[in-house]
């Protein structure tokens, strides 16, 4: 595939920067105290990380890894909301861009048809009186049959949609997550969470969902509350999820 060119990544006020290999994006920006409304993009990533600590895996030179850092100005309670916000600019521009079925997963996978696109990664840090956020973003670009035996489950790349052009997908879905940035910033989660729902994967289905202590917790899938967990309707009456995973989804 094409290799990665910061001038081909256009997006105004923002620096760009291209390295062949690092850790993992998110980790490089997050040790750079001056990295505000910067993007960073790795033709390879030896350590990518997904949610709770989990190995991101991605091909070197064909698949997207990138990382934007920058400041967002709102209380720190709803931060966690951030990977939901992520996710629907995520999702707006790979809709934009062709691939019709995208949708979300909560809380940080981008779908098609069950098998997982992408995630998202986000991480913050109070900085300069208010909050720096690294958005780190995965994207699966070429198939790879071998990825789906090895994670055994299913798994999406764009070439299975679109042609794809690494450069004008970050660029694509960096310039949806600045904006929906700011709108997080004037309106908070509010902004995005009729779209979340919109884009829900997994709306009105039965789910298991693993939460953080290890536990698991069954029920239909009702959106989102207003602080972005997840909404269950379980036998017991409504849950609201806001640590975990969803391991299983069926129809109810």
Known sequence: MERLEAARIDLPGVEVRIV?????????????????????????????RGQRGRRWESAAGADVTFSLSCLVRRPARELASLSLVAAVAAARALRAMGVAAASVKWPNDLVVAGAKLGGILVETRAEGGGTRAVFGIGINCLGQPELARRLRRPVAALDQFVRPSRNLVIASIARSLLAAIARFEAEGFASARADWEAMDAHAGQRLRVRLANGRSISGIGGGLAADGALRLLTRKGEAAVRSGRIVSARLA
């Open 20 to 48: 062949e290999r690092c850790t993992s994006t998110n980790t490089t920006l997050l040790a750079d105290r001056g990295a505000t409304s910067v993007l960073l993009a790795a033709e390879a990533q030896s350590a990518g």
